[in-house]
């Protein structure tokens, strides 16, 4: 459904993304800055059996991608899944993976942008206990936080900057 800035229903009728075959789950949304917008959701037939999708609908709910890009295998647990707009029509989706918590950035075309398609975050902390908080860094990446555990220290607040091109100039502890 979309509505307009008076609260009335821009569409006819709701968008139904799925033909009702499967599951779908956690569907999350985030706006482009070519004036689209990203949906993510989880789709399957069991919770050990799910798969992350994605795509890249226009403001009127068409899909413009021919068919959702399949961003996980089976066996990854890849929740809560997390976007934010990458200034230039695409953006970085994030998510769990087998524990550990990854980045993956995607353009406007479904496309994986950095030659390794996913990033680890924190991965030098054995625990995450916080959703990421992210904020974008004005030069076309971003800055996340979270509380991490970080053994004998205990739990801290871990903040890193990812750049465009997948770098980390604090490093990928945060320093």
Known sequence: MRLNSDGQNIWSEPRLLFDGKKAVLDPRIESSSD?????SWLTGDTTDNQILEFSKFDWDGLMLWTNPVELSEVTWDFRPVEMISDGDGGVYIFGDYEGDWIVRRVNGYGQSVWSSEDIPLFDQFSYISSELSLYPDGQGGFIVSCT????????MTGLMRVMPDGSMPWGDDGS
């Open 35 to 39: 004036g689209g917008l990203f949906i």
């Open 148 to 155: 991490v555990y970080a053994g004998e220290s205990g739990f």
